[in-house]
């Protein structure tokens, strides 16, 4: 069962992706200024380091963010018919 920090995890991705999603429908930030964040983001966990609980979770979010990246979610793009 989840448990609260699940929750304000889930919160927090779901805000950032909509900032992000408005950066750019805005044209605050382009496509790449958006995955190049992301890619940052990713990387910083990727080179953090720690206990080995610590990394695995390190891992996991940046296998997270590179699926996030690899899936477009973080900007929109046109559907094709």
């Not at 950066?23 to 200024?33: A, C, M, R, T, V």
């Not at 080995?52 to 590179?66: C, N, P, S, W, Y």
Request: some cysteine; charged content about 25%; overall charge negative.
């Amino acid at each position: 069962m989840p448990d609260q920090n699940d929750y304000s995890g889930l919160a927090a991705l779901s805000i950032c992706e909509a900032l992000l999603l408005a950066l750019n429908d805005h044209k605050i930030l382009p496509e790449h200024e958006i995955v190049g964040v992301l890619r940052d983001a990713a990387t910083t966990h990727e080179n953090a380091i720690g206990p080995q609980t610590d990394m695995e979770m390190h891992r996991g979010v940046a296998d997270l963010i590179k699926r996030i990246i690899a899936g477009g979610n973080s900007v929109r793009r046109p559907q094709s018919d």
